[in-house]
C-alpha cells in the first residue's frame, strides 16, 4: 500500500489536476485492477510510461485497494499538489564542480527554462551582459511569442557605469525590440561616496516564476563559475519581486535607455 501511495502522489505532482481528474473518474468505474489496462489512454498522449507502469505495478501488488479507493486517493494527491504550488517551491541551482550528494540544477539550464515559460511578461536584471548564445537563442523565442522584455544592466563606464564592457549596446544590438533600463544617475550617486552599481542578478516571468542567482549573464557564469541561485515557482515571492522592480521603473529610479 506504501508503494502504492507513493506513485499516486508522484503521479498528483507529476499530472495537471484536470487530467488527474480525468483519470480518476475513468478508474472508479472499473471492476478491478485487472481492467487498469482500459484505463490507459485517460493518462494521456504524453504521460510518463514508466511512471504509469508503477502505478499499475504497485496497485496489482496492493490489490485490496479497490478502483474508488484509488480514484480518491489521485485526487487527494492532486489537490495537495495544487496546494503546494500555490505556496511555491523553492529549488537549488548551482553550476560548478558537482559533489553527487546532493541534487541540482544547472545555471543555464534554469534561466532558459525562465525565459521559456514567460507569456506575457520577462524582467531579467544583471550587472553584466556578453558571450550567452543560448540565452539570447531563449530571449528571441519570447520575443517570438511577443512577450514584453525588459532588462537592467549596469552601464559602461562612458556612460556612467561602472564597466568596460558596454552591455547595453550590446544587447540593443542583438535584441533591439526589448527595453534596456540603468540605474538613474542622479538616485545613486551620493555626495562624497562611490556611486552604487547594479549588482542583483534575477529573472522573473509573469509573477510567477522567479530566479534569484549570483550569475551574471556571461558565459563564465554559465559555464565555468561557481554560481549559486534558488528557483522559486508560484508563492508571494515572484509577484512581490515583480511588483518591486515595476516600482523602480514607476519611481523613475530606473530609467530606460533610449
Request: glycine letters at 6%; hydrophobic letters at 45%; a neutral charge.
Amino acid at each position: 500500500m506504501d508503494d502504492l501511495l507513493a506513485v499516486i502522489a508522484e503521479l498528483g505532482l507529476e499530472l495537471h489536476p484536470d487530467r488527474i481528474s480525468t483519470v480518476a473518474s475513468r478508474i472508479e468505474i472499473l471492476g478491478s485492477v485487472e481492467q487498469f489496462a482500459l484505463a490507459h489512454s485517460s493518462f494521456g498522449p504524453n504521460a510518463d510510461k514508466k511512471l504509469i507502469g508503477r502505478f499499475d505495478r504497485a496497485w496489482r501488488n496492493s490489490k485490496d485497494s479497490s478502483p474508488r479507493d484509488v480514484a480518491s486517493a489521485l485526487r487527494g494527491a492532486s489537490a495537495a499538489a495544487a496546494l503546494k504550488e500555490r505556496q511555491g517551491s523553492v529549488e537549488l541551482v548551482w553550476t560548478g564542480p558537482l559533489t553527487g550528494q546532493v541534487p541540482v540544477r544547472h545555471t543555464e539550464q534554469v534561466l532558459c527554462e525562465v525565459i521559456e515559460a514567460a507569456k506575457r511578461r520577462l524582467f531579467l536584471v544583471s550587472f553584466v551582459a556578453y558571450e550567452v548564445d543560448s540565452i539570447i537563442r531563449a530571449l528571441r523565442g519570447a520575443i517570438g511569442r511577443q512577450v514584453q522584455i525588459d532588462i537592467l544592466l549596469e552601464p559602461s563606464s562612458k556612460h556612467g557605469g561602472r564597466l568596460a564592457h558596454d552591455s547595453v549596446d550590446a544587447i540593443k544590438n542583438l535584441l533591439p525590440s526589448i527595453n534596456i533600463y540603468v540605474w538613474a544617475a542622479d538616485k545613486k550617486n551620493v555626495p562624497g561616496q562611490l556611486p552604487g552599481v547594479v549588482h542583483a542578478k534575477c529573472a522573473v516571468a509573469d509573477a510567477e516564476l522567479a530566479f534569484i542567482t549570483s550569475a551574471n549573464l556571461t558565459a563564465a557564469a554559465m559555464e565555468r563559475n561557481m554560481e549559486l541561485g534558488i528557483l522559486v515557482k508560484g508563492g508571494n515571492l515572484p509577484f512581490k519581486l515583480h511588483r518591486h522592480l515595476e516600482a523602480l521603473i514607476s519611481t523613475e529610479v530606473i530609467e530606460e535607455v533610449a
